[in-house]
């Protein structure tokens, strides 16, 4: 069984701050990387992917890879009250688990104005 | 518009009453996958599909059979529901298992009675 861990939360950030959200995982083999943004009710949509050491940036959100330490992260710059969600991290399975994603239970964020 | 469709979006149902619920992409993806999402444990992958007439266990299999007769439909089918069958259920597509992105459906909430 993969294993993707991420920090339990519920995380609450003023208006302006910087969210961080943390994922590990267990699998060596792992190559792609995503984090997912689902609000209340709905379904699960992607907010960036990352496949190679180091940060990917895209407009406020920058996801940060580390393979070596088997780390991914996920920083919201300037969060915004629309940025409170359940963010989800997934991790697809390397050599004979290819074809499966393990995603982690979810951190809720919440952004107070 | 690229989307995933599921059917029905809420379902109540009884013990032991088959049921099937329908998902089709038009986006001509190769990769489909089925997941649950229970309170406190996340996304669990049920089923998956890598490409027509190929399926795959996910982490709880049980209880449930997917067919991929056609690339863009993927139907889930409860032969005797349960109880422990009430969730959330999402359907997924996404171009290939190796690095793509998915692409979810709006979510089929079944509540077995």
């Known amino acids: 069984q993969k294993e993707v861990e991420q920090n339990s939360g519920p995380l609450s950030v003023p208006e302006g701050a910087i969210a961080s959200l943390n994922c590990t995982y267990s699998d060596r083999g792992s190559q792609s990387f995503f984090w997912y943004r689902q609000y209340s009710g709905k379904s699960p949509e992607l907010i960036m992917f990352i496949y190679s050491n180091g940060d990917k940036e895209d407009g406020r959100f920058t996801a940060q890879l580390n393979k070596a330490s088997q780390y991914v992260s996920l920083l919201i710059r300037d969060s915004q009250p629309s940025d409170s969600a359940t963010y989800l991290c997934a991790v697809n399975g390397g050599g004979s688990t290819l074809g499966r994603l393990y995603f982690g239970r979810g951190t809720q964020l919440t952004v107070w104005p | 518009e690229a989307q995933v469709t599921q059917n029905p979006r809420y379902l109540i149902t009884v013990t032991g009453k088959k049921l099937t619920v329908t998902c089709s992409q038009n986006m001509n993806h190769e990769y489909m996958s089925w997941y649950r999402q229970d309170p406190g444990l996340g996304l669990r992958q049920i089923y998956y599909?890598?490409?027509?007439?190929?399926?795959d266990k996910g982490d709880v299999p049980e209880g449930y059979k997917v067919s991929r007769k056609e690339k863009r439909n993927f139907p889930l089918i409860l032969e005797s529901p349960s109880p422990n069958q009430t969730s959330l259920y999402f359907c997924a597509s996404s171009r290939d298992s190796k690095d793509s992105p998915l692409h979810f459906g709006n979510g089929t909430r079944l509540t077995v009675t």
């Open positions: 599909s890598m490409n027509v007439e190929v399926t």
